[in-house]
Nanobody
Framework: QVQLVESGGGSVHPGGSLRLSCAASGFTFDMFTMSWYRQAPGKARDLVATISSSGSSTNYADSVKGRFTISRDNLKNTLNLQMSSLKPEDTAVYYC?????????WGQGTQVTVSS
């Protein structure tokens, strides 16, 4: 069955860094566009970053540009999000998302908390 399993979340001070990973299985990973979304308490789920199936193209929300980097390893079926210069407003549950045509899959999420 399809699985997207996030890891790497945790608590960090403002200005710190974290690296999230998403291990994918059960589908043809290198054919899917992959994204990271996040959802803060009481707020909608927002798109953070997207990477094309080949990894050649990326897009970022304005709020994370220059601080976050999305990447993928199609040999290891892994999606990553390197987060630096973290701010309290980055606190949220981060979700891995896969999409190709009408097929889409979500991970279960990993909590990131940025607090002093």
């Amino acid at each position: 069955q399809v699985q997207l399993v996030e890891s790497g979340g945790g608590s960090v001070h403002p200005g710190g860094s974290l690296r999230l990973s998403c291990a994918a299985s059960g589908f043809t990973f290198d054919m899917f566009t992959m994204s990271w979304y996040r959802q803060a308490p009481g707020k909608a789920r927002d798109l953070v970053a997207t990477i094309s199936s080949s990894g050649s193209s990326t897009n970022y929300a304005d709020s994370v540009k220059g601080r976050f980097t999305i990447s993928r390893d199609n040999l290891k079926n892994t999606l990553n999000l390197q987060m630096s210069s973290l701010k309290p407003e980055d606190t949220a549950v981060y979700y891995c998302y896969a999409k190709r045509l009408a097929r889409e899959y979500w991970g279960q999420g990993t909590q990131v908390t940025v607090s002093s």
